[in-house]
């Protein structure tokens, strides 16, 4: 079995232990969700992964290539989509696209093709030569996923890529993420929106203080809680109630 990801033992501390010896795999052409509550360690996971944020111990492998041994070549098969998109407010989203891939060092006519292709498919082809400070959530969240998106990546790695979007760019935002997926591609997506997860994902992780406390497909995690009829909610509660509850509190 090939593995787009494989992350063994991984460790980092700041004020705390953040991650505390997390371990997992994500399977080639697989939609991998990993859930947590607030603070338990996903975005920070995903940083590491990302080569973003380096760890204190542990190994994460990207197709078999170490991101500290080797982070370039990780990086061109890696996307890298955060909660809040990033972009260049004064270019338009078809000069974002050409930039992005220049950047890559992806062939001019063949970075022209991505960058039209996925400005059609997400629906911005109306506001390809408009600047992007005007746009609204929604509309940037969708050109950072086609920045990402334009270097063709193995696999994608999304923090709440759902987080404001209304239904309209939600569901478009998940038809392409499923697109890309049975094209082959991997995803990793941690999401607070538990239907979106039970919907979506083959396999499902969840976290809690940095660690990997239950992992499976939907029907493995019902197994586990002894209950065939159970939603994802109510796994999930089952699972991090006590943690959920101390948040809430100390919220």
């Given at each position: ?15 705390r232990p953040a991650v505390n010896n997390l371990s997992f795999n994500v399977r080639a052409g697989e939609f991998y969700a990993l859930l947590g509550p607030n ?172 660690k990997l406390i239950a992992e499976g497909t939907l029907d493995e995690l019902r197994q586990a809680g002894g209950r065939g009829d159970q939603s994802l909610e109510e796994i999930f509660l089952q699972l991090v109630g006590d943690e959920t509850l101390v948040e809430a509190e100390a919220a």
């Open positions: 079995m090939e593995f787009a990801l494989k992350v063994t033992d991984l460790v980092k501390t700041f004020d603070g338990a360690g996903k975005t920070t996971s995903l940083r590491m992964v990302a080569g973003l944020l380096r760890q204190d111990h542990g190994s994460i492998e990207v197709f078999g290539a170490n991101t500290l041994h080797d982070p370039v070549a990780v990086k061109q098969m890696v996307a890298w989509v955060p909660d809040e998109p990033m972009i260049y407010d004064r270019l338009t989203p078809l000069e974002y696209l050409e930039f992005v891939a220049g950047l890559w060092g992806i062939d001019a006519s063949q970075a022209q093709r991505n960058a039209h292709d996925l400005l059609d498919w997400l629906r911005l082809a109306p506001h390809a030569n408009e600047r992007c400070e005007g746009f609204s959530k929604g509309m940037r969240q969708k050109v950072a996923l086609a920045g990402a998106l334009v270097h063709e990546p193995k696999l994608i790695i999304l923090d709440e890529p759902l987080t404001g979007l209304d239904a309209g760019s939600a569901r478009l935002v998940k038809d392409v993420l499923l697109s890309r997926v049975e094209q082959g591609c991997s995803v990793i997506m941690t999401t607070h929106i538990l239907e979106v997860a039970e919907r979506m994902a083959e396999r499902i992780g969840v976290i809690a203080s940095g």
